[in-house]
């Protein structure tokens, strides 16, 4: 089973919201979610170990159209993404300020490979698991 960090893949989500007119920087959102984790009083691991891992999820989410490129008339610049409908829904599903947001990650992290596009699918369509 593939596990996934959901707080970074979370993280990295909301900054492609965010990312009209600036480039995506996977390795400093990482930098900035070991902060809060560590201001939280979370243990935050290996930072470096955390960056990397940052910028493989970025070449997956890609991969995997959770994200695609943001097109210039967004404040594209080639180098920053928009969330596709599958990034929404998974965003949707790991966003942690809304409450009961442990029993969709919990539901993911049951799958072989929750990122899987076909798996995905499959379990974001079911109601159950919001």
């Known amino acids: 089973m593939t596990q ?21 920087a996977p390795r400093a959102y990482a930098e900035d979610q070991a902060a809060a984790q560590a201001a939280d009083g979370e243990p935050t691991g290996n930072l470096d170990h955390l960056k990397t891992l940052a910028a493989d999820y970025e070449a997956l989410l890609l991969k995997r159209g959770f994200i695609e490129t943001r097109p210039e008339e967004q404040g594209g610049n080639g180098e920053n993404f928009v969330l596709t409908p599958r990034g929404a829904s998974l965003l949707a599903l790991l966003d942690s300020s809304i409450p009961g947001s442990e029993h969709p990650r919990q539901i993911l992290d049951e799958q072989a490979d929750a990122l899987d596009p076909d798996t995905f699918d499959q379990v974001a369509a079911k109601a159950q698991i919001a």
């Open 4 to 24: 996934y960090n959901w707080d970074l893949i979370e993280r990295l989500l909301h900054e492609v919201q965010n990312s009209a007119d600036k480039s995506f």
